[in-house]
């Protein structure tokens, strides 16, 4: 029976497309609960871009791709698959690791997804990466308008205690990480590897070196069915290791 259980999720993650665009109008200043976060480890990675959440020693490893301006990646954290993971994380369950990109930028218009990722850069180096990340998620702007200025950013690290500082609040004017900025999206980039040349797409999961499919990461924007992937991955990571997606 298990087993059989398993099989309806594998099937389910392989036939679930993602649908539609954009997302739901969000009220202004959204408070985040910051439940179980605090304490969670946050490191840059040795590649100088792999931002890792979490106990590294954890039998599930969640990469994930985003853009801070991306909409999808918006419904992921907030109702979709994130807070589901955020538990997982928070329970020793799983780890997550982030590549944040910047191609929207170019694409729609602006500097909002630079300035995000140089800002949460900069909340990683204060040890409040994690609370911060969950900020401007609760809070994105629409994608067109370009809300992520220096004035806004500050403005919502105001709701995470101990974030706003001189040194905070110079590194996001100054776009102090513009340099991880470029590397990171470059990162994001290959990820895509050569039939993907611009990357693979926000938001892109890759669960213990397994990639699901853009055309089949709907799962990721579904809270329940997500949170039984990352479940039966932790009950069974080589089953997951040799499904076909």
């Given at each position: ?13 392989a036939v679930l497309a993602l649908a539609g665009c954009g997302r739901a109008d969000v009220p202004s200043e959204r408070q985040p609960a910051f439940e179980g976060v605090e304490d969670l480890p946050e490191k840059l ?53 982030y590549t944040l990109a910047s191609f929207l930028d170019d694409r729609v218009g602006g500097n909002g997804s630079k300035k995000a990722v140089n800002a949460l850069r900069a909340a990683l180096k204060e040890g409040k ?117």
């Amino acid at each position: 029976m298990v087993r059989k259980g398993r099989r309806v999720v594998w099937c389910a993650v392989a036939v679930l497309a993602l649908a539609g665009c954009g997302r739901a109008d969000v009220p202004s200043e959204r408070q985040p609960a910051f439940e179980g976060v605090e304490d969670l480890p946050e490191k840059l990675g040795a590649d100088g871009t792999t931002i890792t959440v979490g106990d590294p020693d954890t039998k599930v490893k969640v990469h994930l791709y985003e853009d801070p301006r991306c909409p999808y990646c918006e419904q992921f954290e907030t109702s979709g698959g994130g807070p589901r993971l955020r538990k997982a994380v928070i329970d020793r369950h799983a780890t997550v690791q982030y590549t944040l990109a910047s191609f929207l930028d170019d694409r729609v218009g602006g500097n909002g997804s630079k300035k995000a990722v140089n800002a949460l850069r900069a909340a990683l180096k204060e040890g409040k990466f994690v609370e911060y990340h969950e900020v401007l998620y609760l809070n994105q702007p629409e994608e067109s308008e370009d809300g992520y200025t220096d004035a806004y950013l500050l403005k919502l690290a105001g709701q995470v205690e101990g974030l706003r500082s001189t040194a905070f609040d110079s590194a996001v004017k100054s776009m102090k990480y513009r340099a991880f900025v470029a590397a990171s999206q470059k990162a994001y980039e290959r990820a895509g590897g050569a039939a993907e040349p611009e990357g693979p797409g926000t938001p892109t999961a890759v669960i213990n070196d397994k990639r699901i499919p853009m055309e089949t990461n709907g799962v990721l924007l579904d809270g329940t069915l997500f949170a039984q992937l990352l479940d039966q991955i932790h009950a069974n990571p080589w089953e997951w290791e040799s499904t076909t997606l």
